[in-house]
């Protein structure tokens, strides 16, 4: 008994190899889409996407965070739902330490109504000298908090504000998030429909599947990268002058889901190659060829 496997002929005993094989990729492929799919839940649920450190500290008039009053930005992170900030408040004046040395303000706003002396002298605040800790607070009080990012467009400002671009851009990530999860579900049922029902249609079904969840997650991955920069460039407040940001956890697994789907599409498209009808076999045999036949066989459907 011989067959044809990507234009070559192989025996009965090289035929089986290759399908227990594909069957093997294909479950082992299957089992990371599911697992792609956790890890992609666990991505878009994370307020990790990105962070802005500032290390000097930077005055921010609003923080879009309720109950969070304006003040000096010194950290914050984000992802798609929920954004988080860490502001100083009332006059505070975070300081870092060097070693042997007096500390020296990392702001130099007024404190208590006096101006910190930092060219060539020890600062000081209150009559007391900042000595001492790699990064101390001088008055004041530090307050975190995290919110859920609005969705809903400001009425009070025009359109093409750019308040009302980052939440177009926040509805569009939210919007194809939710699609991409329907998406891979879909896909999964697909996937494990193929080892009840080996037609070599239903693996190309999951191809394409695996291969569209791909694409919605890049188009996720991407709006939030060009968000990111347009806010850079106008939007103050989430990534003020002096501040440094940079992408993380969340995004980073972002890309991984993709490749996952990616690569899953790749895998099911390989795979999905029609066999040919083979020449009959023994009698023991006989089942599973006919079995096989019928599979990759054109099918007539009834109404």
Same mark, same amino acid.
């Given at each position: 008994?011989?067959m044809r496997h +990507?234009? $070559?002929?192989?025996?009965?005993?090289q =035929? =089986?190899?290759? =399908?227990?094989f594909?069957?093997r990729?294909l479950?082992?492929c299957?089992?990371? *889409?599911?697992?792609?799919?956790? !890890?992609? *839940?666990i991505?878009?649920s994370?307020?990790?996407?990105?962070?802005?450190?500032?290390p000097?500290?930077? #005055?921010?008039?609003?923080?879009g965070? /309720?109950?969070?009053? /304006?003040?000096y930005?010194?950290?914050?992170?984000?992802g798609?739902?929920?954004?988080? @900030?860490?502001?100083?408040?009332?006059?505070?004046?975070?300081?870092r $330490?060097?070693?042997? %040395?007096?500390?020296?303000?990392?702001?130099?706003?007024?404190v208590?109504?006096?101006e /910190?002396?930092?060219?060539?002298?020890?600062p000081?605040?209150?009559?007391?000298?900042?000595? +001492?800790t790699?990064l101390?607070?001088?008055?004041?009080?530090?307050?975190?908090?995290?919110? &859920?990012?609005?969705?809903k #467009?400001l @009425?009070v400002?025009?359109?093409d504000?750019?308040?009302?671009?980052?939440?177009?851009?926040r509805?569009?990530?939210?919007?194809?998030?939710?699609? %991409?999860?329907?998406?891979?579900?879909?896909?999964?049922f697909?996937?494990?429909y193929?080892f009840?029902?080996r037609? &070599?249609? #239903? @693996?190309?079904?999951?191809?394409? !599947?695996?291969f569209?969840?791909?694409?919605?997650?890049?188009v996720?991955?991407?709006v939030?990268?060009?968000?990111l920069q347009y806010?850079? !460039?106008?939007v103050?407040?989430?990534? /003020?002058?002096?501040?440094?940001?940079?992408y %993380? =956890?969340?995004?980073?697994?972002?890309?991984?889901?993709?490749i996952?789907? !990616?690569? $899953?599409g *790749?895998?099911?498209?390989?795979?999905?190659? @029609?066999?040919?009808?083979?020449?009959?076999?023994?009698?023991?045999?006989?089942?599973?060829?006919?079995?096989?036949?019928?599979?990759?066989?054109p099918q007539?459907m009834?109404?």
């Amino acid at each position: 008994m011989s067959m044809r496997h +990507g234009g $070559a002929r192989l025996d009965s005993k090289q =035929a =089986a190899k290759v =399908a227990v094989f594909e069957r093997r990729l294909l479950m082992y492929c299957t089992i990371s *889409v599911v697992v792609g799919l956790l !890890l992609w *839940v666990i991505s878009i649920s994370t307020e990790y996407w990105f962070t802005v450190d500032c290390p000097n500290g930077a #005055f921010i008039n609003r923080t879009g965070i /309720p109950g969070l009053d /304006p003040g000096y930005l010194t950290y914050s992170y984000s992802g798609l739902w929920r954004t988080c @900030k860490t502001i100083y408040h009332n006059g505070t004046v975070p300081v870092r $330490a060097s070693a042997g %040395s007096a500390t020296v303000p990392l702001l130099s706003p007024e404190v208590n109504g006096t101006e /910190p002396e930092v060219n060539g002298t020890q600062p000081e605040v209150n009559g007391t000298e900042v000595l +001492g800790t790699p990064l101390a607070l001088i008055t004041g009080q530090t307050t975190s908090a995290c919110a &859920y990012m609005r969705i809903k #467009f400001l @009425k009070v400002i025009d359109n093409d504000h750019p308040l009302n671009v980052v939440i177009a851009y926040r509805r569009t990530c939210l919007a194809f998030s939710v699609i %991409s999860i329907m998406l891979a579900g879909m896909a999964i049922f697909f996937s494990i429909y193929t080892f009840r029902v080996r037609r &070599y249609t #239903f @693996k190309r079904v999951a191809a394409c !599947l695996h291969f569209m969840v791909a694409a919605v997650q890049l188009v996720v991955i991407e709006v939030k990268v060009t968000s990111l920069q347009y806010q850079n !460039l106008n939007v103050e407040s989430v990534i /003020p002058d002096g501040c440094t940001w940079h992408y %993380s =956890a969340g995004f980073v697994l972002g890309w991984l889901c993709f490749i996952i789907s !990616l690569f $899953a599409g *790749v895998i099911f498209l390989y795979t999905s190659g @029609k066999k040919k009808k083979r020449p009959e076999g023994n009698a023991s045999e006989g089942a599973q060829e006919d079995e096989d036949d019928f599979d990759d066989e054109p099918q007539i459907m009834g109404r």
